[in-house]
């Protein structure tokens, strides 16, 4: 086949509603010239995504990692924060400038995340909290990690940029901890162009204060007319974005289940070839199957094999996560860096596949294919 006929399947591919909807709902703005500062659009999805999400706290914010970095904050922490390598730049980076260090905490082999066996030992008079990830969407050991916590007196609070919409027993991932935050990235599950939130469980009365700091944060730590309070930072929600949220939250539902059709396809495809290990979905969590990442049992070189030969197809899967994040030249070297075997074999061996609402069959089949003569 010639370069430009190949069609290019990149990792994900950015959801968005029918054009006429969105121009629909962003034709007021001519009206009012309200584009920011917590417009009605902004409120109206503030409410819609509390319901969707199950959650009675709730603050939207201009992307993701202001959120975290703000979340946390918000929360006055001062020491360590013990945390995983096996995630996207962002989550270590929320903790590091907030003056905090970070304590990597290896992962578990079965899923990715964090080990809850390995979190007590680096527990020191220092540690002031515990900032997990939900990675790919597989659901932490919550249970676990929050009885840790709360022996030592340390704050939990999640990165579940991955995990948007997602329960587990029917209870919804945003109450977890004392709070999570969700990224609204034009690559994530739901998008709002750019965007994101920090939810809360808000009937916590030691929590009832948080909703409020969080909006005064992302205001500049504004809290009235002549006075400022926080050194806040600016990290609004705009109406545009805020009117993306909206129509994509009509049409979200419809796309996790087409991403599931496909996730299924991968899995009844992938799940018996030797050489490569999928991570399972326990049965009682709600997915939403924003990834498909697959494990090279012979690691590095196999992997590396695999993503070469698919690029030279026209197909772009991603090395998520790799490296891990104490392997970036940034961090490398600083003293509060440990080891993490697992997490460096899992970084060195995982390959995450194409996968988005419109991604046929056929490619599907196609990509299989293509992954099973490369290993
Ligand atoms: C996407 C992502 C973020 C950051 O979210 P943005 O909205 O892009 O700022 C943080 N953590 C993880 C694990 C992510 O995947």
């Known amino acids: 086949m010639k370069q430009e006929e190949k069609k290019q399947i990149f990792v994900t591919r950015a959801s968005l509603p029918p054009y006429e909807e969105y121009a629909g709902l962003i034709k007021e703005l001519w009206d009012t010239h309200i584009l920011t500062n917590m417009g009605h659009l902004h409120e109206e999805l503030r409410e819609k995504l509390r319901g969707y999400l199950q959650v009675s706290g709730l603050e939207l914010f201009t992307n993701g990692h202001l959120a975290l970095e703000m979340v946390l904050q918000a929360f006055e922490l001062s020491g360590e924060v013990i945390t995983t390598p096996f995630t996207f730049a962002s989550t270590t980076h ?15 082999e079965e899923d990715c995340t964090l080990d809850p066996d390995r979190i007590e030992e680096l527990i020191t008079e220092r540690t002031c909290a515990i900032v997990p990830v939900h990675v790919y969407g597989m659901i932490c050991d919550h249970e676990r990690i929050e009885a840790i916590a709360k022996k030592h007196g340390l704050k939990v609070i999640y990165d579940a940029a991955h995990a948007f919409g997602e329960t587990e027993k029917g209870r919804s991932v945003a109450s977890f901890g004392d709070a999570s935050m969700f990224s609204f990235h034009a690559t994530k599950a739901f998008n709002t162009i750019e965007g994101g939130c920090v939810c809360w469980n808000a009937e916590r009365p030691e929590l009832s204060w948080l909703g409020d700091r969080l909006y005064k944060l992302k205001n500049f730590g504004i809290t009235g007319k002549e006075s400022v309070e926080y050194v806040g930072g600016n990290a609004k929600l705009n109406e545009f974005c805020a009117a993306m949220g909206l129509c994509n939250l009509r049409h979200v539902d419809e796309w996790i289940a087409e991403r599931k059709d496909g996730y299924e396809r991968y899995m009844e495809d992938l799940s018996c070839v030797k050489g490569l290990r999928l991570i399972p979905h326990p049965a009682d969590i709600r997915f939403n199957y924003a990834y498909m990442p697959v494990i090279f049992e012979g690691g590095r070189a196999v992997r590396d094999r695999v993503y070469e030969g698919l690029c030279s197809e026209g197909i772009f899967p991603r090395k998520y996560f790799f490296p891990c994040v104490n392997d970036f030249e940034c961090y490398r070297d600083e003293p509060y860096m440990r080891a993490t075997p697992v997490a460096k074999r899992m970084s060195e061996s995982v390959l995450t596949l194409p ?9 599907i089949d196609r990509i299989c294919g293509l992954l099973k003569k490369l290993m």
């Open 94 to 108: 929320a903790i590091v400038r907030n003056g905090l260090t970070p304590v990597m905490c290896d992962i578990r």
């Open 355 to 363: 996968l988005y609402p419109e991604l046929s069959g056929e490619d």
